[in-house]
């Protein structure tokens, strides 16, 4: 198991995967508006990648939190995990719900915006790897 002060290198990363997604989520958002001249679908998407977002400045934040612990035990690490992944899932459904139900935004474009916003992390982490 990697130890703790890892995390330190992660949350500098993490905080540069947020500048991607938050950057993807402005070109989506005018591609949207661009191609379907509505601010509707403009805004859903917009609101599904800043979801994306949030959930991995959740996921910062989260480490941080197990990083001042100082607790190294693993069963310790395993709970703050479990917690800070729980705690993100539910952050996720209430935003999504919010914003198709509340907000009724059209779900297909919220969703479309979140997998672009999930697929960020997943490519910036594969093109770190290869530097």
Same mark, same amino acid.
């Given at each position: 198991m990697a130890g703790l002060s890892e995390f330190a290198k992660e949350k500098v990363k993490g905080y540069q995967i947020v500048k991607w997604q938050i950057a993807t989520? &402005?070109?989506?958002? @005018? =591609?949207?508006?661009?191609?379907t001249n509505s601010i509707v679908v403009a805004l859903?998407?917009?609101?599904?990648?800043?979801?994306?977002?949030? &959930?991995?400045?959740? @996921? =910062?934040?989260?480490?941080?939190?197990?990083?001042?612990k100082q607790s190294y035990r693993p069963h310790d690490v395993l709970r703050a995990v479990y917690r800070n992944s729980m705690g993100r899932f539910m952050l996720m459904i209430v935003?999504?719900?919010f914003a198709m139900a509340v907000l009724k935004l059209p779900g297909i474009e919220v969703l479309c915006g979140f997998v672009?916003?999930?697929?960020?992390?997943?490519m910036a982490r594969i093109l770190m790897i290869k530097r």
């Open positions: 989520a &402005i070109i989506v958002t @005018l =591609i949207a508006y661009f191609y859903a998407s917009l609101w599904g990648a800043l979801t994306a977002a949030l &959930i991995e400045i959740s @996921l =910062i934040r989260g480490l941080s939190k197990i990083e001042k935003l999504l719900l672009m916003g999930q697929v960020v992390p997943v």
